[in-house]
């Protein structure tokens, strides 16, 4: 097949895999407003290139053609190790650090520059040219030279290298090795130089492919979002989540810190990765520092005119304007910025969804989520209805134990067992008048 066919299929491919048109525009308009380098830093490691070059390979092609350059930080850990075993020289790990001794230095540069050419190669056979990046970006002294030997402590990083590359249209494929001074050569761990690499670029998104494709639950299940104001306390107290995973959450959390708060932590899969970066409901874990989520037991807490701005914005309609009088408020769970929001008022004697207006970023962002969970924490039984073309019906299909469809409305619940009051539930939920128009 022709290389420019081939690159077509690919991106074909992965459209087909990914969310709606809609959604796949609306992040491009938001990706496009950003510097060619606050787009994104990824990093993979050797065990996702062993297994996924061609997956990763083409993710990557397909972010080139709609024009996204990421800058890419890989690893080699595995490879490395397997080279100094078949050459019969002993390394071991000490603290987390690959004790370097000048032969095991020797490896990793080789092992290091065949896995960065290994890249190169696979992207610009896909007819997308990339920058091999092997020195001149991190700046470095000896960590300890008595305990870990050749092994960088990072103290400076020269972005210049890389800015040359994205300038020319180039994909930067940047190497974990870094250099003193003097011009020594240290090797340093990948997701080291990509934290380091993060902190001076201060990208948008940040992306860490792996094979597990995102943080796991105690079921072994990928959880979607998490919001480190409102999730990050309860996350580290589970007794499931400990050893690697544990302290990838804790350094996540660290440098989401040094960022802006826009920016935001994807762990995903190579061959996911579009639907991550494309797609509201994603395909990974998103992690961001987010923003608390208030509960209000008073209309007079809330600021009602971003209230309403932020629920005629989410449903493009004008809300009635008694709606706060003619709403008895049993609680409001509001974000700190006002980008997601649920009422909660009470219909026939059960707790009653009113209202869950998220802005289109939030979406995004899991903010949603967040606020649907302090919900569910706080009401075990709820009920709540749509329009058949309310764009959010598919969140809540996944998240209701039930819905009956009727010509104006889908009608949902969970936590009510009872059919003659779920009967009931339906026919209130028809005869509640409505507050959009």
């Known amino acids: 097949m022709a290389p420019h066919k081939q690159t077509r299929k690919i991106i074909h491919r992965l459209l087909n895999t990914i969310g709606s048109e809609q959604e796949i525009q609306q992040y491009l308009k938001r990706y496009a407003d950003l510097e060619a380098e606050k787009f994104a830093v990824v990093k993979v490691g050797g065990a996702v290139l062993a297994s996924q070059l061609?997956?990763?390979?083409s993710a990557l092609v397909f972010l080139q053609r709609v024009g996204l350059t990421p800058i890419v930080v890989h690893g080699a850990g595995p490879q490395l190790t397997s080279a100094l075993a078949d050459a019969g020289i002993k390394s071991h790990i000490d603290n987390g650090y690959r004790v370097t001794t000048p032969e095991v230095l020797k490896y990793a540069r080789k092992v290091f520059l065949q896995q960065?050419?290994?890249i190169v190669d696979s992207l610009r056979a896909a007819e997308t040219n990339a920058a091999s990046i092997t020195s001149g970006v991190i700046e470095a002294e000896i960590l300890d030279d008595g305990r870990y030997g050749m092994v960088g402590k990072i103290t400076d990083v020269n972005l210049d290298v890389i800015r040359h590359a994205l300038a020319g249209g180039l994909l930067p494929i940047v190497s974990p090795l870094g250099e003193t001074a003097d011009g020594q050569i240290v090797n340093i761990n990948a997701d080291v130089v990509t934290n380091a690499l993060v902190r001076a670029v201060q990208p948008y998104k940040v992306i860490f492919l792996t094979d597990t494709g995102g943080i796991l639950n105690e079921q072994g299940n990928i959880?979607?979002?998490i919001n480190l104001s409102t999730d990050l306390e309860e996350l580290l107290a589970q007794p499931w989540l400990h050893s690697?995973?544990?302290v990838k959450v804790e350094q996540i959390a660290n440098l989401l810190r040094d960022l802006p708060e826009t920016s935001s932590v994807s762990i995903t899969r190579p061959d996911y990765l579009a639907r991550e970066l494309f797609t509201h409901k994603g395909s990974g874990t998103l992690i961001r520092v987010g923003e608390s989520i208030n509960t209000y037991k008073d209309w007079a807490q809330i600021d009602q005119a971003r209230l309403r701005g932020l629920i005629e914005n989410s449903f493009g309609r004008a809300l009635a304007h008694d709606y706060a009088q003619n709403k008895p408020l049993l609680a409001a769970y509001i974000s700190a910025n006002y980008r997601a929001a649920a009422i909660i008022t009470a219909n026939d004697g059960l707790p009653w969804l009113d209202k869950f207006?998220?802005?289109d970023k939030a979406q995004g962002e899991g903010l949603g989520k967040a606020v649907w969970s302090a919900v569910?924490?706080?009401?075990p039984q709820l009920y709540w209805r749509a329009?058949?073309?309310n764009p959010i019906n598919g969140f809540y299909f996944r998240h209701a134990d039930g819905v009956i469809k009727t010509p104006d409305w889908n009608v949902f619940?969970?936590?009510i067992e009872d059919l003659q009051q779920v009967a009931r539930c339906v026919a209130t939920a028809a005869q509640t008048e409505a507050t959009l128009s």
């Open 357 to 359: 207006a998220v802005t």
């Open 413 to 415: 619940w969970y936590g």
């Open 387 to 389: 329009r058949p073309d």
């Open 244 to 246: 690697g995973m544990r």
């Open 54 to 57: 061609a997956a990763f390979t």
């Open 223 to 225: 959880i979607s979002s």
């Open 376 to 379: 569910r924490a706080a009401y």
């Open 116 to 118: 960065n050419m290994a």
